[in-house]
């Protein structure tokens, strides 16, 4: 169930990696490990952002729960100038990424790839849903 407005998900395959996708907040949930595969997919050296994924702190509790084990996931920033507040899962779960935060995040610690990984996924999701 979507953490956001608990509305079933639906599971998207690209090269053996699993997105859960929202379709109504179209909100997205990465399993651990997924994000920094999907952005290798798209032609980005991955290392930065699990460097960022891996330091970054919890800063806040959130009210989302997590879609695998149902603990409230915790708020994390990433990013240097630009910092992005995501919903990370405190046992390693994974993270929940409202629309648009998958671009801004890798965009925000792989400078000038931002532009790159929005196309990406914008093909991601029409290719897959069908739009």
């Known amino acids: 169930m979507c953490p956001t407005c ?5 599971s998207l ?3 053996g ?3 859960d996708r929202c379709l109504e907040c179209r909100g997205t949930w990465l ?3 997924e994000l920094e595969l999907l952005t290798e997919l798209a032609g980005i050296e991955p290392a930065e952002l699990a460097r960022a994924l ?8 959130g009210r989302r729960r997590c879609p695998r084990c149902r603990r409230r996931m915790e ?5 240097r100038a630009t910092r992005v507040a995501l919903d990370r899962c405190p046992a390693g779960h994974g993270l929940w990424l409202e629309r648009g935060e998958v ?3 890798v965009g925000s610690v792989s400078e000038g790839v931002g532009g790159a990984v929005a196309a ?3 093909d991601i999701y029409r290719n897959d849903l069908g739009l």
Do not use: N, T, W
């Open 54 to 61: 891996r330091l970054a702190r919890a800063v806040d509790k």
């Open 13 to 15: 395959h690209l090269a």
């Open 75 to 79: 708020i994390i920033e990433v990013g």
């Open 103 to 105: 671009e801004a995040v």
């Open 17 to 19: 990696v699993e997105i």
């Open 6 to 10: 608990k509305q079933p998900m639906i």
């Open 31 to 33: 399993d651990s490990g």
């Open 120 to 122: 990406f996924f914008a």
